[in-house]
Nanobody, 123 residues
């Protein structure tokens, strides 16, 4: 397993969760890292991405201002801090990695995927 996501769970609306993604491959420190999510019956969608150095981050409009992506290359970790959660945030969240540095919101750009962690937000 090259990417392992964790930290999902069940929370009430307005609550917070922190997702973590561990990389077992050190060269992933040079990859763009991202989080995607997939709700039941829907396509996988982009949530957030962070550049290899961590100096740039990108967010989907639906979560902007509520979620924060960060990374610790020394620990081969990437995180997604999720605040003010809404029921529509309910989904399986996946971490992903790509050597590409553009088109970061496109699923097909990512070569490596974690197994997903379920986030359930109740109203």
């Amino acid at each position: 397993v090259q990417l392992q996501a964790s930290g999902g769970g069940a929370v009430q609306a307005g609550g917070s969760l922190r997702l973590s993604c561990a990389s077992s491959v050190r060269t992933f420190s040079w990859h763009t890292k991202a989080w995607f999510r997939q709700a039941p019956g829907k396509e996988r969608e982009f949530v957030a991405a962070i550049s290899p150095s961590g100096s740039s981050s990108y967010y989907a409009d639906a979560i902007k201002g509520r979620f924060t992506i960060s990374r610790d290359n020394a620990k081969n970790m990437v995180y997604l801090e999720m605040n003010s959660l809404k029921p529509e945030d309910t989904a399986v969240y996946f971490c992903a990695a790509t050597p590409a540095t553009n088109r970061y919101s496109e699923v097909l750009q990512y070569d490596y995927w974690g197994q997903g962690t379920l986030v359930t937000v109740s109203s």
